[in-house]
């Protein structure tokens, strides 16, 4: 399986603290050692990197570590490959533009023999990932349209990301730079830190950071991640069905659909 | 105005030398402050990195000169603004899929007044070079199919990049992985190397390499660039109008289009 972070922030914050965290387990605290990848939303620009190697002993991984990149919304993956071999074209995440934005996506779980229909986008890689993320752009820019309300296309991701999870696994992150949209199907947890800050230590690497020293008083932060990051801070966890749409830190809707046998 | 460097090569090589020479020019050497990208093919993936700062003082270009990332096909560029602000969003090369494979494209030169033609891919920035790409890329999806011989596709490349090299300026490098498309509107030049292999000085940094060390007998690499990058080897200037198709380091087609007033 893999590991998913994102962030939604209401100020240009970095994804320092929490990607350290994250990419010691591909490869060194966690066995997810079959490539990485983060995407930072710059403005409609996205700065991404990617690899087909264990983060935890990347040189471009340990730069993006300490490179501070300031973003409102940023999608990160590392990969225990289970469908599709290991190489860059199956690295998450992918991305696709529509309606003159990227549209950035990530997936933890796992589709059996999934196919996508026939649409204008296509995967290039081989993994069941890729398909379904391109079968979700193919479905959204059938049913809803440019000018859309975000209820609107809300209901359309929703109904999809409800159709993928009853066929399998499909935890998901979705972005296209406006918003953060994030579907649990079986494993996802976030936390919102705004004022006033503390400290927080991470699981995975011997980090702290005080995020007091940090912030100002107005920014709301939000971490979504596969496992809580952090041993000594309240995560919320996602139940199983249950989605939540991030604009600026917050979640601005959310709800629950009904998964068989669960 | 903008640099582009592109390689095609008949066995994965490492693009640090000449990413080397070219970045110099991002603000040391050379104007081109305002952003740079490069993308590398691995298979049909691609790693791709983009900074909308100066190359010639950024860290993520300090480890891409350093790091050696192997490909067949890669394509930079180093940008000075003239149509567009300086962003992300308007950093090249540009990259979209199409068929599963992702195409990438980086442009020197400016059509005032650039208008692209309504279809699927539309530009996420503002400049013309974006623009110029998705007008290609919905030309290239309804003129051409999959399954298109290469000469096919060529005729509706040349016939695209002389159309635009009427209207401004259009010097462009543009791959899917396979092969490398080149167009020279005013300034081009290409070099191939191949056994026996000598060493080469960069113009632009004090750095020699001796590509006797580096390489195989039956190694072939051709660099595609704006401006010769050395100044001990003989490069091969295209003439305005002229296009040559890359492959494994080859060039496999070539050709000459009129351009009024040249």
Redesign the interface.
Known sequence: MCELLGMSANTPTDLCFSFTGLTRRGGDTGPHGDGWGVAFY???????????AASASS??AS?VQS?PIKSNTAICHIRQANVGHV?????HPF???L????WVFAHNGQINDFRQRDG??????DTDSEAIFCDLMNQIRSRSQRDASLETLATILVQQAGDYARQGVFNCLLSNGDWLFTFCSTKLASITRRAPFGPAQLKDADVTVDFEAETTANDVVSIIATEPLTSDEAWDLYQPGEWRLWQQGEVIQSGKVALPGR
Request: charged share 25%; aromatic share 12%; proline share 0%.
């Open positions: 710059e403005g409609k620009g996205v700065q991404a990197f990617h690899e087909s040189e471009i730069v490179h190489c860059l074209a199956n690295t991305t696709r533009e309606w003159g934005r990227y204008i986008y296509e995967a290039v890689g």
